[in-house]
């Protein structure tokens, strides 16, 4: 996908007023491949049933940036400061206030998650299954099936507008359903070379996975 990205902004500054009315699948694969990088604001919030009713039960807010193919950093400020980061190879889980850092080997891990969905390399549809999921509030869904039988998720929805993703609706095997808004998205940005790479803070307590 990446070979058309040059031909692609080509035909993006003919079709920008179309962009809008595009498919969410379409929309987002316009997304992937002229998006290198972007940084933004997230704020997530877990949804429940009670009585029949969605209700949230727990929010969280922070700031997120990427590069791709798999590096990212995505920092929650709100209600505790922790910081999720990966240089490609390795995630490294920071909980500031238990000055706590959790290292874990990738090994394609991102494959079929919800972090490869923003972050990866693009190609969804070589671990997910995607179709249309209709339009809510002005903005265009689509569906994210895992492949992968052992999945946590059951399926992941990706609302589209304006060719930015602005909502993930995550729902996993138990049914508990988390959604997450994206605002202030900027994209291709020019990160420095260290951007992503994590420094262990003084003191910190390590732990390998």
């Known amino acids: ?28 694969k316009v997304f992937a491949a002229n998006t290198k990088s972007a ?5 997530q919030q877990q949804v429940k ?26 920092t929650y400020l709100k209600p505790y400061e922790q910081n999720l980061q990966t240089d490609g190879d390795k ?16 090994n394609g891990a991102l494959g079929a998650s919800p972090a490869a969905i923003l972050f990866g390399n693009g190609d969804l549809e070589k671990n997910f299954h995607l ?30 507008k304006d060719g930015l993703p602005l909502a993930l609706e995550l729902r996993d095997s138990f049914g508990q359903v988390s959604l997450v808004t994206l605002k202030n998205v900027e994209k291709n940005l020019a990160f420095k070379a260290d951007q992503f790479k994590f420094i262990i803070p003084s003191g910190a307590d390590v732990s390998r996975q």
């Open 39 to 43: 940084k933004g604001e997230f704020l």
């Open 131 to 160: 179709k249309e999921a209709g339009v809510k509030q002005g903005v265009e869904w689509l569906e994210a099936t895992p492949k992968a039988k052992d999945s946590q998720f059951e399926h992941i929805g990706i609302g589209m």
């Open 49 to 74: 049933m009670v009585d029949g009713s969605p209700k949230i039960s727990k929010t969280a807010a922070g700031t997120f940036s990427f590069a791709r193919p798999g590096k990212f950093i995505w």
């Open 91 to 106: 995630l490294y889980i920071y909980d500031k206030d238990l000055n706590q850092v959790t290292i874990r080997e990738l």
């Open 1 to 28: 996908m990446k070979k058309n990205v040059i031909k692609l902004v080509a035909i993006l500054t003919l079709s920008l007023p179309l962009l809008a009315h595009a498919s969410a699948i379409e929309q987002f």
